[in-house]
């Protein structure tokens, strides 16, 4: 299981960064990411990051304000959210592809280890 924190309330124009850890588990993945879900609307891609290679994978709302990466000691994911806009708000989840990862980092069905999600709110 993940456990993703660094949620809170925002206002647009501000950052945050979130994190990912995978408590008192000790796994290797082929490949991480995040997605959020808004209230009333399907949960979406918004980055990934395959360790193999270390490519990164943006949403089109993400590239150029997000950005993936993970400390040096291979054990917290992050996403570096910068210039949040009111459409950001959302819970944030992150996800592990541990069993297999066929390359498709925007799909859901890639990933088989989720955590519990972080809000993050932004007002206007």
């Known amino acids: 299981q993940l456990q993703a924190s660094g949620g809170g309330l925002v206002q647009a124009g501000d950052s945050l960064r979130l994190s990912c850890t995978a408590p008192?588990?000790?796994?290797?993945?082929?490949?991480m990411s995040w997605f959020r879900q808004a209230p009333g609307k399907e949960r979406e891609f918004v980055a990934a990051?395959?360790?193999?290679?270390?490519?990164?994978y943006y949403s089109d709302f993400g590239k150029g304000r997000f950005t993936i990466s993970r400390d040096s000691a291979k054990i917290t994911l992050y996403l570096q959210m910068n210039n949040l806009k009111p459409g950001d708000t959302a819970v944030y989840y992150c996800?592990?592809?541990?069993?297999?990862?066929?390359?498709?980092?925007?799909?859901?069905?890639?990933?088989?280890?989720w955590g519990q999600g972080t809000l993050v709110t932004v007002s206007s």
């Open positions: 008192g588990q000790k796994y290797s993945s082929y490949a």
């Open positions: 990051i395959a360790w193999a290679r270390e490519d990164t």
């Open positions: 996800a592990a592809a541990v069993s297999r990862f066929t390359g498709r980092a925007k799909e859901q069905s890639e990933y088989d280890t």
